[in-house]
């Protein structure tokens, strides 16, 4: 695969890059001019120096690349000026899914903070359960800018997929398909691996399939009645241990 990735001059980027191109992927890592790339020696990749700010630049970037890792971020604990940490960190998220989804990724994987998971509180008897991604969790509980931005981030990555809320709940990677675009009960779903079909009409029952050929590229924003494939055994970020 040709894989996209922000933020590859970072710890977690970098090494996501590694594990990529051992892999087999090829890589195009977008970059800001002058970023340090120490991190990146001895790996063969494209380079694109940018930034998330140039929507232009970014779709032009993503032609061609069949997933999108987004890691890119501006962290900094006090800012004289925040502003230019929510316009790369919320404003740079939506930039980029959208570019990715016209550019036809098939996976688009946004990398989150911890400081997102909800705290835990203790039950009745005391006990604390150890936290997860199903812990309740709201921006009134974002403690400073940074962690506000990244919530923030995450919601825009939600509604990329919102309408699909009601039947791919969970964490499955998703892809949408136009009306026109999903196939009777009888057809076989386009795509790899094993996949469910559901849909937002009554017309198209879930049934398991098991596709043969490439998925249709993923769609952010589609209206009217949609189709989902929900591949519940894809991976996001490859294993790094």
Partial sequence: MKCFVTGASGFIGANLVHELVAGGHSVKLLLRPGADTRGLAGLDY??????LGDPALLGQALRG?????????????WMRDYRPMYAANV??????????????CSRIVYTSTVGCIGLPKPDANGTVSPTDEETPVSEAQMTNHYKRSKWQAEQV??????PLARCAAGRS???VLSAEECPDETTELPGHGHLGLVALSDDVPPKDLEPTVPLPHTLPKVGGPIAVGIDRRSHAHPRTG
């Fill in 173 to 175: 990677t998703v892809t």
């Fill in 46 to 51: 494209e380079r694109v120096d940018g930034d």
């Fill in 65 to 77: 690349c069949d997933w999108c890792f987004h890691v890119a971020a501006v962290y900094h604990l």
């Fill in 157 to 162: 990555a939600a509604q990329a997929v919102e």
């Fill in 91 to 104: 404003e740079g998220t939506r930039n980029l899914i959208e570019a990715a989804g016209k550019a036809g």
